[in-house]
């Protein structure tokens, strides 16, 4: 495959490292330059072109010096990254891989740059990806992915990379795309949710950790509400292509499952069965997930949803944020303060989206205001994704009052964002402020799908996007 460059990108990329992304030029084009630099240079420099199968892949790892998957002494530094150095689990790392799940918002960003733009080759290479991906990367036996938390497909070998284990790592909220594309791999994967992910067909216990190659007893003691309600998500879409009704015995059971969890009127449970202190009443996102089954569900089952949606919101006579005395709002990452606070609060802007419950504003506009002149601390690594998650949070709570201080203060982190990840002139968003590499498990897409965000709201008037937030 030979992409086409550009004009925009030769500038870009030329001569060698000269790969510059326009800096704050302060006219509100700026963010839709720097997003369309970040897609073009992904297009054309970061795609499969290793091993003896090329194919149209994103590569999850790129040295941002030559723009190639990284090598000798880059992979080397890259590898030897602690945990205690940028808050993420080595193995959630796929340095020689690829995985749509992590790359899920640069797909959203093409789709959404066609959108805009009107030009169809975005769209169009998000689609070839997605289309190989499904077709080609997928177990024969159970019907999974290779994607999510722990996996991907090594694209120097063209095996499947990591470990087998399968585990969300994010909603994926592009199956109509999907399954215009692979219909048949699609419904493999929906039915292999069920018969491999459950661990218990009769109770609905499972574990987050469902077992891609089928050479394991599938485990059914960590049955978290969050990834219940993705596996929810993906059936109900299911039916709605297929009207084949195990979909609907497969939500309805891990629906009763969590129902039987529920603490006394109040929410549902998760964590691990053998590890009591893990299990601790679980966030709305149950609760965002079964409201989007809903909709595409027949009566009964949908009313069903619906009402265990209601249950499962925060009752409006709970403290409003227990957890805005964080000691750092900017650390980000896999437990990161940053993340469980502007996080949660997203988490709850979806919800209200949906329904409207009162209870929820005042929270998302304490967590906002928290944010307002809150500094940024440099002392330790900054992921990309924590700018995306309180840009999006500016935003939102700017759309909610009509009150300008939050929309300026979603431009000033968005150019404090650019300082810090793209001053250099490489297209590529850093992995963290101090690491000097591109690397999709720190999200730098959801950066660039804020920034997109916030060009969308500075238009005159204002321009809404078919963007979905999914760091959830």
């Known amino acids: 495959m030979k992409p086409t460059i550009t004009l925009l990108t030769a500038l870009l990329l030329a001569p060698l490292t000269a790969m510059c992304a326009p800096k704050p030029s302060g006219d509100t084009g700026r963010y ?14 970061g795609r499969d072109t290793y091993g003896k199968e090329h194919s149209p892949l994103f590569a ?36 020689t891989g690829a995985n749509p799940m992590h790359c899920l918002n640069l797909y959203q960003v093409l789709y959404a740059l066609t959108e805009i733009t009107g030009e169809k080759r975005y769209a169009a290479e998000a689609d070839a990806s997605l289309k190989y991906f499904f077709e080609h990367c997928q177990s024969p036996v159970t019907g999974l992915l290779y994607w999510g938390e722990h996996a991907g497909w090594d694209l120097l070998n063209d095996v499947p990379i990591k470990s087998h ?19 048949e791999a699609c419904e493999k994967f929906a039915h292999g949710l069920w018969e491999h992910q459950i661990g218990d067909k009769k109770t609905g216990l499972y574990s987050r950790h469902g077992d891609i190659s089928g050479k394991n007893p599938i485990p059914a003691d960590a049955p978290y509400p969050r990834h219940g309600g993705f596996y ?5 879409f299911a039916y709605k292509r297929t009207q084949d009704k195990v979909f609907l015995k497969a939500i309805e059971t891990v629906v009763d499952l969590q129902e039987r969890m529920r603490l006394s009127g109040g929410m549902v449970v998760g964590g691990n069965l053998k590890s009591p202190g893990t299990r601790k009443a679980q966030d709305v996102g149950f609760a965002v997930s079964l409201w989007e089954a809903a909709a595409l569900l027949p009566e009964p089952l949908a ?28 650390s980000g990452g896999y437990g990161g303060a940053g993340g469980q606070i502007a996080g949660p609060a997203n988490l709850l802007l979806l919800r209200y989206g949906q329904m409207k419950p009162e209870q929820y504003r005042e929270r998302i506009l304490a967590v906002a205001d928290l944010h307002l002149s809150n500094p940024v601390n440099l002392d330790f690594p900054l992921h990309p994704d924590i700018f995306g998650k309180v840009i999006y949070l500016m935003l939102n709570a700017h759309e909610m009052t009509g009150d300008a201080r939050y929309l300026d203060r979603a431009d000033e982190l968005a150019r404090k964002a650019v300082e810090l990840f793209l001053s250099d002139g490489c297209p590529l968003p850093k992995a963290t402020h101090k690491h000097d590499h591109y690397e999709a498990v ?21 321009r809404k996007l078919s963007l979905i937030y999914t760091d959830r």
């Open 232 to 236: 929810i998500e993906t059936w109900a």
């Open 442 to 462: 720190t999200n730098g897409d959801s950066l660039m799908m804020s920034l997109l965000q916030l060009w969308a709201a500075r238009q005159n008037p204002p």
């Open 32 to 45: 839709l330059k720097i997003v369309r630099a970040y897609a073009d240079c992904m297009i054309e420099r």
């Open 165 to 183: 284990r399968h585990e969300f790592y994010r909603p994926w909220v592009l199956w109509e795309r999907c399954w215009n594309l692979a219909p």
């Open 303 to 330: 009313a069903k949803l619906r009402t265990v949606a209601r249950a499962n919101d925060i009752p409006a006579s709970e403290d409003v944020a227990p957890k805005l005395k964080s000691p750092n709002l900017w």
């Open 60 to 95: 999850e790892a790129l040295d941002r010096r030559t723009l190639k998957m990284l090598e000798g002494d880059a992979l080397k530094k890259a590898k030897a990254l602690t945990f205690e150095e940028w808050l993420i689990r080595p193995n959630d790392r796929m340095l």
